[in-house]
């Protein structure tokens, strides 16, 4: 295993303190924690969003904490949820006597975690809401899931999220925008390469020298196919129409685009792979109105993609336009 680390069991509290040094006007890291804060909360009843998971998916989710996004990112260890104490530690911390949001992937520790860290808050007087991103379209249930994956079309959520409670929108307002994301955007990803947990020293899984997998989670789990490499055309193909085949796009529709770098791939790879995802939606009558390429949400150091598309409605698209100075997310 070659990595660039001290201690295997230290990588998440170093990572952090790094993250915080790079950008000190705009985030914190709360004392003996792993939650990772906007440097000016609590806002005064503004609502609190909060997110987070596993590490190894960097940027998300402390890279999304800033002022018009999220208001605090619960760390937990590489691939593994944050407990409910840290996650709790995170709503108290936002809490601006508006309520507290939170936006939940869905895999089963993450939702078990956060909705007891809910309780634990609604028990000390604060209200807490939820949505619960499930956008991957693969797999309808995996070993680390009940029900879909959720992957990159989370930050879409934080984006629009955090601009709508950025405006001074109730908790139930915010709780409708996030629900209206979800029940709209979709993903799906491939891998090349396997991946790497620090403290595991070996890859998570295998893959042929002529292999990728098509549908992998986030975390290295299984997705629909094992077979060998084709082109990026090929690739792009594949992903976008099982997405269109959920049956959320169609013709007419105006939507964002996501090609989402797994760690590993470089952005030629991903700007190839979205030409022919811009050509497939021309030919179908779906209009681009927003195209976003880069890593929004990795898995360490695997090599592949994901595409995320979100359709949109005119609040949609104004609050995804809107401001943003999460250091991961400038707008």
Known sequence: MKKIINDPNLVVQDMLKGMVSANPSAIKQLPETTVIVRSDVPTVNKVGLVSGGGSGHEPAHAGYVGKGMLDAAVAGEVFTSPTPDQVLEGIKAVNGNAGVFLIIKNYTGDVLNF???AELAEAEGIKVEQVIVNDDVAVEDSSFTTGRRGIAGTIFVHKIAGAKAEQGAALDEVKSVAEKVV????????????????????PSFELKENEMEIG????????IERKEISTADE?????VHKILDDGVHGPGDEVAVMINGLGSTPEMELYIINSKVNEI??????????????????ALEMAGCSVTLLKLDDELKSLLDSRSEAPAFLV
């Not at 029940?183 to 070996?202: D, F, H």
């Not at 690739?235 to 992903?239: D, K, Q, T, V």
Request: net charge negative; charged share 15%; with cysteine.
């Open 281 to 298: 939606l021309n030919e179908k009558g779906i209009h681009v109105y927003k195209t976003f390429v880069g890593e929004y949400m990795t």
């Open 235 to 239: 690739i792009a193909s594949e992903l």
């Open 115 to 117: 909705e007891m860290a």
């Open 216 to 223: 992998i989670g986030i975390h290295g789990e299984s997705g």
């Open 183 to 202: 029940a709209n955007v979709r993903s799906m990803g491939m891998a090349l390469t396997p991946c790497t947990v620090p403290a595991a020293g070996k």
